[in-house]
């Protein structure tokens, strides 16, 4: 079920994040880049960090380490079935990826007056649903998969049954030798039904919003991403304020993940727009 997530006024952020952690242990996870990310700088601006399909917090420490240097509390979520191998990630559903949000917005609320949501991929698709169910300030989505360009996409409601392994290629210059690049048809259906439900999601407009894709993404559809801000967001409502960023791969070195290991360029953007 997917809804708004229940503070516990016993627990500290500290709690919330231990209880995070646990989970992540008790299932496996032994490395710990891969585990629940939380750095408290007592400050009034806290960010959640949600990574991508097949990533994971380890994905985000750089960026963690520079929204840290600025000040802010941070916390980099492990969204559920992600940092072992494609059988895991079989285990959890698109409302399972949800619900293992609600700790680190729980340590990030509880910490923090205000609250900022930063989701990429499919995790920019987990970031609208915090924000549509729960308290934030300003989210922030980077190459949001909305739609992926493979046309043979679309056909997974028919063949998850078969629950073939796919072993994902990538050419990125960043991407963590250790990364998870292999998933199922199984898996992959629930990013599918992700989107399916984003795109029947009534929108709650609470909150500013800043879209941003690469010019030339690989992976998910340029156009789509156009049709849906310009479908929910190209009208300002109150206060809040929304916009779309297009960046150039030939200045930024993207193909999909804006957000790369190492890449101070794309960082320090980011971090400027917090």
Sequence with gaps: MIDTFTKDCNYSSHDYYIMDRDIAIKNGIQNPKKLPYFKDSKSKIGVLLIHGYTATPENYIPLCKAIEKKGYTVYATLVAGHGLDANYLNTASY????????????????????????????????????????????????????????????????????????????????????EVRCTTFKSLNQLRLLQEFIQNLEINYKYDLLCVIGNEDVMVSVKAVDEYFNKYFAKEYGNYKYSLLYLSNEVYEIDHAII???????????VDMI
């Design 260 to 270: 790369e290991r190492d890449h101070s360029k794309t960082i320090t953007m980011v």
């Design 95 to 178: 409302i399972d990826w949800y619900n293992s949000l609600k700790y680190g917005y729980l340590a990030i609320s509880k910490a923090c007056e205000k609250i900022i949501v930063i989701g990429e991929s499919a995790g920019a698709l987990l970031a609208l649903l915090v924000a549509n169910y729960n308290k934030v300030d300003k989210v922030m989505l980077f190459s949001p998969a909305f739609k992926t360009k493979d046309k043979r996409f679309p056909l997974l409601k028919y063949f998850h049954y078969f629950n073939f392994k796919i072993h994902i290629k990538s050419d990125r210059k960043y991407t963590l030798e250790n």
